[in-house]
């Protein structure tokens, strides 16, 4: 059975929209979820969300709007954006990161414009997910290390963005990479043609000073 890891967070709604889309992969592929704290990951890099440039914000957010509704799915979006994903991704770790319950999770945010700093919204998703001591099971070590190690997976396996799904070492960022990941699924012969060789060692041209 092929493995695919699939890097995300909450925070992001192309990552909502890719979780919403798990369907299309054959039942011969395992999807394991990994969440990861894309701030963490921007801080390697030393780069910028979408959301924080200001002319890349309007656009991002027209075009979720129109790729939710160009894919039949469902989206309303949250009471602001950036929003603090800390506890959503520690209860997902804590609940095993099962795929049901990260869709669960997506939608709260993203097809209910539910927010996990509204205390009433919250507690009514806890109670529906059957959690006890949310706070004290947020806080665990574990939780919080897990998190840790997978953002730092992600970074050691070449991630830069997310969604990100993994394939035998290879990265498909992106809600719009899923085709390309579905092709390769099918045909890993695709990435070892002498066109891909050719892009994979593009030569650098002169860069811009930083």
Not at 112 to 129: I, T, V
Request: proline share 9%; with cysteine; glycine share 4%.
């Amino acid at each position: 059975m092929k493995r695919i890891d699939w890097y995300f967070d909450f925070i992001s709604p192309f990552a909502y929209l890719a979780s919403e889309s798990l369907w299309r992969f054959p039942p011969h592929i395992e999807i394991r979820p990994r969440p990861v704290l894309f701030a963490a990951i921007l801080n390697h890099w030393k780069t910028l969300g979408p959301a924080e440039i200001p002319p890349m914000r309007r656009f991002t957010f027209r075009h979720i709007r129109w790729l939710a509704d160009n894919n039949e799915i469902a989206l309303t979006m949250p009471p602001a954006h950036p929003f603090n994903p800390l506890k959503l991704l520690r209860l997902s770790v804590a609940l095993g990161s099962e795929i049901e319950a990260v869709q669960r999770l997506f939608r709260f945010v993203w097809a209910e414009g539910c927010s996990s700093d509204d205390p009433n919204q919250w507690q009514r998703l806890l109670d529906e997910l059957g959690v006890e001591d949310a706070e004290q099971l947020l806080a665990a070590d574990a939780v919080k290390n897990q998190l840790r190690q997978n953002s730092e997976a992600a970074i050691e396996a070449g991630m830069f963005g997310v969604p990100a799904f993994v394939l035998d070492g290879d990265v498909f960022w992106g809600f719009d990479s899923i085709d390309f990941l579905l092709a390769c699924v099918e045909d890993p012969e695709v990435l070892k043609s002498p066109q891909m060789q050719a892009a994979d060692n593009m030569p650098e041209g002169p860069q811009r000073q930083r």
